[in-house]
């Protein structure tokens, strides 16, 4: 068989994304040097960002698989290199478009990406669980997606979805998202401080700097869908996300219980104060199946936190703003729904036909159905009268 040409093996290593930046290592001038030789040995030398990436071994392993794959390649030789720090400014140029100032790419008029903030009036209600397997359910759907956990209580995210540890690298200033095996990039408020047992203790503008640092120093590129997993109640995160992005989506997540549903129709509120849209209210923990009962084959469900919380918010805040928000969903109490999350491996991967998965892919499922629209939607405009 005839040794490959050159433009085979660049067309191979064209289908392999760095797994931070998602994008083929041949845009990002991650390939260095390529010699093939007369036995189809094709030696190669491929850059990362930085020294110690996290990620050198799936880098090793999808050039190796993708150049072995090419007809003709006997062996692939692939060696490692670092970046040089002017290697790494032109990536950096690259990825923002050459533009100096960054921006909030999420605020911009012509964004294609849906943001959804998932909020709730007080801690403990399954906030974050709710966050990540949404996140999971749209990536399983073919959707990009990311995940801004900006809750400075509980910053749970990252070892929900198995990264507890990551760091993010950085490339200069430009911040990269922590890639999951799931496919949802996620950076967290957590991996922000020098220690990951420091306690934050910071006051509104602190907040607001770390906010809007995870949304426009860090390199998104093109989402789909970005979740924001906000901290319990209405305070300066809530505040920070409504002035500098008002174009997000509000998820209220409340348990049947009437002192959470007070408090997260406030959080609601809060969130139309700002002028987001509240799109719908989960309620979880809604009811325990009764497991006596499975065994005989009828239905009963134990009312473990009360019931009614969710369409109370619901109705409330229907009420209040003109518009319908519904309930998208009633996750029953699982085991496995806390078991997933404390292994890393969110339920509606490690066990999707629970329940508890189908009424979380099925809210996944609509939230990513809707379209963008205006209805509903306060636009922040004071009516004159004409002179
Ligand atoms: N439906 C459910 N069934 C069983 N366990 C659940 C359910 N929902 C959440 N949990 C568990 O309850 C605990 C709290 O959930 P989670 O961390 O998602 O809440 P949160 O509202 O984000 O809390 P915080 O605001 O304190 O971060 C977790 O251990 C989680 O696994």
């Known amino acids: 068989m005839s040794s490959p040409s050159l433009e085979q093996v660049q067309a191979a290593l064209a289908t392999v994304n760095d797994p931070e930046i998602k994008r083929p290592i041949t845009d990002l001038g991650m390939v260095d040097t390529v010699e093939i030789s007369d036995s189809g040995v094709v030696t190669l030398t491929v850059l990362l960002t930085v020294a110690g990436c996290p990620l050198k071994e ?20 692939l060696t490692l290199g670092v970046m ?3 290697q790494r400014s032109g990536l950096k140029e690259v990825l923002s478009g050459g533009k100096a100032q960054r921006e909030i790419p999420f605020a911009q008029p012509g964004s294609l990406t849906k943001v959804f903030a998932i909020a709730s009036g007080k801690g403990g209600v399954g ?5 990540v397997n949404l996140a999971l359910s749209m990536a399983k759907s073919g959707l990009k ?11 749970s995210v990252p070892a929900m979805l198995g990264v507890a540890d990551a760091r993010p690298t950085q490339v200069d200033d430009l911040i990269m998202p922590v890639p999951t ?7 967290s408020i957590g991996m922000l401080k020098p220690r990951r047992d420091q306690v ?36 300066d995160v809530a505040i920070s996300l409504g002035q500098h992005l008002p174009g997000a989506e509000v998820v209220v997540v409340t348990t049947p219980q009437e002192a959470a549903a007070e408090v997260a129709e406030r959080a609601g509120t809060m969130a139309s104060m700002m002028h987001q849209r509240v799109v719908g209210v989960v309620e979880n923990m809604s009811f325990l199946p009764c497991p006596h009962c499975a065994e005989d084959g009828t239905e009963h469900r134990l009312e473990i936190f009360g019931s009614g919380g969710g369409a109370r918010v619901a109705a409330t805040l229907s009420g209040r703003f003109g ?14 729904l806390r078991e997933g999350g404390d292994v890393g491996k969110p339920i509606v991967d490690a066990d999707p036909t629970a329940p508890a998965a189908q009424v979380l892919a099925s809210v996944a499922e609509r939230l990513a159905g809707r379209g963008r629209g ?13 002179f």
Not at 127 to 131: I, N, P
Not at 181 to 187: D, F, L, Y
Request: charged letters at 20%; aromatic letters at 4%.
């Open 181 to 187: 095996s799931s496919g949802v990039s996620v950076i």
């Open 127 to 131: 906030k974050s669980s709710v966050t």
């Open 323 to 336: 518009y319908d928000v519904p309930v998208l969903g009633e996750i029953p109490l699982d085991t496995s």
């Open 200 to 235: 934050v203790a910071w006051r509104g503008p602190m907040l607001d700097r770390a906010l809007v640092q995870m949304l426009s120093d860090v390199y998104w590129g093109d989402l789909d869908v970005l979740l924001l997993d906000l901290p319990p109640g209405t305070g």
């Open 145 to 155: 997606v990311g995940i801004v956990d900006a809750d400075i209580y509980g910053h």
């Open 374 to 386: 205006l209805a509903g939607m306060q636009l922040g405009l004071t009516p004159t009268s004409k």
């Open 58 to 77: 799936t880098i090793t392993r999808d050039v190796t698989t993708a150049v072995g794959k090419v007809p003709g390649v006997t062996d692939v030789a």
């Open 84 to 86: 040089t720090d002017e």
